[in-house]
């Protein structure tokens, strides 16, 4: 089965500045989809990012950009210039090819401080 | 933008008891999924609903659970017997197309406590 880990429970940045989230995933399938999501505290789930297993080229989101690295089944995501809003918890996921199943990581808690 | 609209925000149940929870997907979707996420935890899959069936649905979808699309804009969460360990936010979402092609849109989502 497809597992996703995000080994950082909680994050910090400084305003302005820029922070990267970690997140593996376990596959044998080669085509698949993966997210990045942002649940703030109202907890709604709000898609930021998303990335074709068969593009190489990075996905991008205005001040969001993932480093997808397929041979090592890692996807991160980039935050640049910080902002306050940006604070919540991120949910990375795994979605397999023509699948409805989407697997998601545990979190990471990002704090933005002032 | 559109949205995927979940009544109620809230629901307060006492164990034992049938809960039905409610959402309006986009209009235009034609997709529908339940996840659930308990408190501290990662988001789960329940079940995905397509054409009037159940097209997938994970083992936490045993027979307590439920879902129906009673009239063409609802789509409905039933659990028939709550259990404590059903206390969790329960998000719905719509796609367009399949998950794979169309970004799902979720619901602000219901949270769930069962007493």
């Known amino acids: 089965a497809q597992t996703v880990t995000q080994s950082q429970p909680e994050m910090s940045v400084q305003e302005a500045e820029t922070v990267t989230l970690s997140c593996t995933y376990d596959?044998?399938?080669?085509?698949?989809?993966l997210f990045w999501y942002k649940q703030p505290p109202s907890r709604q789930m709000i898609l930021v990012i998303r990335?074709?297993?068969?593009?190489?080229q990075n996905a991008t989101e205005n001040r969001f950009s993932v480093n997808f690295q397929k041979a090592a089944k890692s996807f991160s995501l980039k935050i640049s210039d910080s902002q306050l809003g940006d604070a919540a918890m991120y949910f990375c996921?795994?979605?397999?090819?023509?699948?409805?199943?989407?697997?998601f990581g545990a979190g990471t808690r990002l704090t933005v401080k002032p | 933008e559109p949205e995927v609209t979940q009544t109620p925000s809230h629901q307060v149940t006492q164990m034992g008891q049938e809960v039905i929870l409610r959402c309006v997907p986009i209009?235009?979707?034609?997709?529908f999924y339940w996840y659930r996420q308990i408190l501290g935890q990662k988001v789960e899959f329940l079940v995905s609903?397509?054409?009037?069936?159940?097209?997938?649905k994970s083992e936490i979808f045993d027979d307590q659970f439920s879902v129906e699309r009673p009239d063409g804009s609802n789509f409905t969460l039933k659990i028939r017997s709550t259990k404590l360990e059903d206390s969790a936010m329960y998000f719905c979402?719509?796609?367009?197309?399949?998950?794979?092609?169309?970004?799902?849109?979720f619901g602000s989502g219901t949270q769930l406590s069962v007493l």
């Open positions: 979402a719509s796609s367009e197309a399949v998950a794979t092609n169309e970004k799902l849109f």
């Open positions: 209009s235009n979707h034609l997709y």
């Open positions: 596959t044998s399938e080669s085509d698949y989809y």
């Open positions: 996921a795994y979605l397999g090819y023509n699948n409805n199943d989407m697997r």
């Open positions: 609903f397509y054409n009037n069936e159940i097209s997938e």
């Open positions: 990335q074709e297993a068969y593009k190489q």
